[in-house]
Nanobody
Framework: QAQLVESGGDSVQAGGSLRLSCAGS????????VGWFRQARGKKREGVAI????????WYAESVKGRFTISQDNAMITVFLQMNSLSPEDTAMYYC????????????????WGEGTQVTVSL
């Protein structure tokens, strides 16, 4: 059974760093695209970062460029999100998702989602 499991969320102070992990199994392990999304309380879900797994190409939301880095392990089982220079505006539930094709943030084909990991950044 396909499954995505996020981990690594925590409470940190502004300026700190966190590394989120997304472990995939089953179909998800072979997903063409894996992405990180986030949803803050009272706000719409937004795309954060994408990795196209075969090429390793990445794509970032403007709000996180230069601060966040998405990567994958050599076995292409786990996808990471390194988050540096965190600010309170980064506080949200972070989700990873898998897509069977080459998908952008707005694609309707994100068909597997994890349950999320909470990131809280305080001043």
């Amino acid at each position: 059974q396909a499954q995505l499991v996020e981990s690594g969320g925590d409470s940190v102070q502004a300026g700190g760093s966190l590394r989120l992990s997304c472990a995939g199994s089953g179909y998800v392990g072979g997903a063409v695209t894996v992405g990180w999304f986030r949803q803050a309380r009272g706000k719409k879900r937004e795309g954060v970062a994408i990795i196209y797994r075969a090429s390793g190409s990445t794509w970032y939301a403007e709000s996180v460029k230069g601060r966040f880095t998405i990567s994958q392990d050599n076995a292409m089982i786990t996808v990471f999100l390194q988050m540096n220079s965190l600010s309170p505006e980064d506080t949200a539930m972070y989700y990873c998702a898998a897509c069977p094709g080459l998908c952008g943030f707005d694609s309707a084909r994100w068909n597997y989602w994890g349950e999320g990991t909470q990131v809280t950044v305080s001043l």
